[in-house]
Structure formats: structure tokens, C-alpha cells
């Protein structure tokens, strides 16, 4: 069975009870926009879909695993502990981009994995297989395996503590490359990809949650924020599908009950506990919802 290769914020495995008594019990094809670490994607093991996230660095990263799955994991496994000595053969074994003082390996790494932002031109394929490896070498030994941007698009979580960590996962890879093979991966915001849906096909869309209140921060995953208008743009597009005959399903923090309710859908409060907050704080209970328009008597997914 095929597993997340990395954590990611606002990942989805303890709400998959919840969610899978309002998934459909079939459908044709799958349709993940804001697949992220993939929690659902994974769990459900669809043979035939698209999914697709805004951020690129991640969607290189299942790129590379589908296509280079060997390749990437020999490269993991040449990288050195985080805490060892900067790599002296290497660019950034002295300061980073920003002349900052490199004090170890791990922070050498994240200087090369921020090449991307800050480069003019598309990458080589070399480069896109080193920056794959170098995404599962840092969400592996980061701090919290938080995914986090600057407004510039560089990748700024500081150094980790852990004991053992693992920035191989070849067992994982293996199987991940393995279900991709039928996969479309997309690289796009989430109105494009749902254009093309058709009665039958089922979307489950988890985007960045709405903040709880108003003063609370959004998580970032990546320099572009998702606002207020993205989150009445995507409640727009799933009524459109479901419109069209597409079954739906979709998170978001309880706060936005009333407008997916008012929007058509059925919705209901789940306490899942969030594994990553932004600031490491407040772990506990929290509201989240799940919007379905998956008939009562269609609904029941069996994985
Ligand atoms: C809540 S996370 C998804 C978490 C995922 N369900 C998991 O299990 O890890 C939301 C994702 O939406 C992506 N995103 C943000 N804005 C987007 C947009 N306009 N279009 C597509 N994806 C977007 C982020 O990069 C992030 O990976």
C-alpha cells in the first residue's frame, strides 16, 4: 500500500474516517487540486486522475518520484546527517545566498534548494531530480517537517532535532513512483484543473484553511497566499461541478459552515486535530469541516 512521502501542513490522515463516509462509494476519475503531502491521495489509491498543487518545488517532487524513483533515492542516500560539517566541494559551504554564515550541512542544503526562486531559468533535469532529493532531505530533518516560504519563495524552516531521521524512504518511493504511473500531475492554480471535469468524476478538494478568526495567521505553503476571494472563487467552482453531475467533497475550518451550507452542500464538524500548526502552538481540538453533495444513499467508500 502505497504511503505520504512527506508530512506536509494540513495534512489529512486522522480526518480519513470522516471523510470517506462522505466520499461516493465509485466514480470515474479522481481529481486532488490541492493535493499536498497527499494523506487522501495516497489512502485511496486511485488507477486513474489528476492531481496538482501551486506550489512547484512539490510538484517536481512527485514528478521525480514517478519517473526517477531509483535515481532519487541513490541521491538521498549520499546526503549527509543535518548537524555534520557543510559540504566543502559544494556552493554555499560559507554563506548562503544572503551572505548569512553557514554553521552546518543542513543549512548548506537549504541554500541549494533555494537556488530555484532565485534563479532566471528553467531548471535541467539534473537539477530538478537535486532539488527533488533536497525537498525530502529538508521536510525530513526541518523543524516540525513544516513546508514554509518566505515572500520571496524561499524555503525557510530552521534545522530540526531528531534522533533518527529518515531522508530516504525508499520503501515509500517505491510505492509512490508505482501509483503515479496512471496519474496526470499538474503544476496549476485549482480553477484549471476542474474545468474539465465530467459527471461521475469525483473531486476532493482540501485548499489552505480560512482562519479560524480573524486575527488568526494562514498557513503559508508557499509565497502566494490563498485570500478570502480564493476561498469564494473555489466555493464558485464546486457548485459549477456539482452542477455538473461531479460528486465533491471538501475541507475547510468550521468557521465557513454557513457558506458552503448556503452554497448547497452538506456539511458537517468534524474535531480532527491539526498536525502542524504555523507556530508549533495549540495542538488540541479543532473544528474543521467536511462539505459533501455525495447523495446519502451513493455514499459509503469501501478503501
Ligand atoms: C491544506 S494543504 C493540502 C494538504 C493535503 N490534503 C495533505 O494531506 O497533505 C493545501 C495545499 O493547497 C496548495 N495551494 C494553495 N493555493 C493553491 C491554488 N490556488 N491552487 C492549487 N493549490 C493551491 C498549497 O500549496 C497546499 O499544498
Excluded at 187 to 197: A, C, G, H, M
Excluded at 224 to 247: I, K, N, S
Excluded at 282 to 297: C, H, K, M, Q
Aim: proline share 6%; net charge negative.
Amino acid at each position: 500500500m502505497a504511503k505520504p512521502i512527506l508530512k506536509w501542513a494540513g495534512g489529512k490522515r486522522q480526518l480519513l474516517d470522516a471523510l470517506y463516509t462522505r466520499f461516493p462509494e465509485e466514480w470515474n476519475r479522481y481529481y486532488e487540486p490541492f493535493v499536498g503531502g497527499g494523506a487522501v491521495f495516497f489512502a485511496l489509491e486511485p488507477d486513474d486522475g489528476v492531481i496538482n498543487d501551486s506550489n512547484a518545488r512539490l510538484m517536481n517532487f512527485y514528478e521525480q518520484v514517478r519517473e526517477n524513483p531509483e535515481p532519487l533515492i541513490d541521491r538521498c542516500k549520499s546526503f549527509r546527517p543535518p548537524e555534520a560539517e557543510p559540504d566543502p566541494g559544494r556552493p554555499f559551504h560559507e554563506t548562503d545566498q544572503n551572505g548569512r554564515d553557514i554553521d552546518c550541512y543542513y543549512y548548506q542544503q537549504r541554500a541549494l534548494f533555494n537556488r530555484r526562486p532565485y534563479g532566471d531559468r528553467e531548471l535541467t533535469d539534473d537539477e530538478r531530480l537535486e532539488e527533488a532529493a533536497l525537498l525530502l532531505y529538508l521536510n525530513r530533518t526541518c523543524y516540525n517537517g513544516l513546508y514554509r516560504e518566505n515572500q520571496s519563495g524561499g524555503f525557510n524552516a530552521p534545522i530540526g532535532r531528531y534522533d533518527d531521521p529518515d531522508w530516504v524512504r525508499e520503501g515509500r518511493v517505491r510505492a509512490a513512483s508505482e501509483l503515479l504511473e496512471g496519474i496526470e500531475l499538474r503544476n496549476e492554480d485549482f480553477e484549471s484543473v476542474l474545468e474539465e471535469i465530467e459527471t461521475g468524476d469525483f473531486v476532493y478538494c482540501d485548499p489552505p484553511y480560512e482562519p479560524m478568526s480573524p486575527t488568526a495567521q494562514f498557513t503559508q505553503y508557499a509565497a502566494d497566499d490563498f485570500d478570502r476571494d480564493d476561498q469564494a472563487r473555489l466555493l464558485e467552482v464546486a457548485q459549477q461541478l456539482d452542477q455538473r453531475g461531479a460528486f465533491v467533497v471538501m475541507s475547510n475550518s468550521g468557521v465557513l459552515r454557513d457558506r458552503y451550507e448556503e452554497a448547497g452542500f452538506e456539511v458537517k464538524l468534524e474535531g480532527a486535530r491539526r498536525a502542524i500548526n504555523s507556530d508549533g502552538s495549540s495542538r488540541g481540538e479543532v473544528n474543521e469541516l467536511i462539505a459533501t453533495n455525495v447523495p446519502a444513499d451513493r455514499r459509503g467508500c469501501q478503501r
